[in-house]
């Protein structure tokens, strides 16, 4: 009788520009409106601060 443990599934979520899922532990989280954003890297984080800069404009 063996007695593996169970792996934890890594928790994934989804990066708010492209929608890659991605493990949270390896992902950037910016904070805004009292809301936590994920993103998938740097790239994507960098894009969501420029749209977040354009809607402040309107
Ligand atoms: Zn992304």
Redesign the pocket.
């Known amino acids: 009788m063996t007695n593996k443990p169970v792996p934890k599934e890594p928790e994934l979520i989804a990066?708010?520009?492209?929608?890659?899922e991605?493990p949270a532990s390896a992902s950037q989280s910016a904070e805004a409106h009292d809301y936590v954003h994920h993103?998938?890297?740097i790239?994507?984080?960098q894009?969501w601060q420029q749209q977040q800069a354009q809607d402040q404009e309107d």
Do not use: A, H, M, R
């Open positions: 990066c708010e520009i492209c929608l890659k991605i993103f998938c890297g790239d994507c984080y894009q």
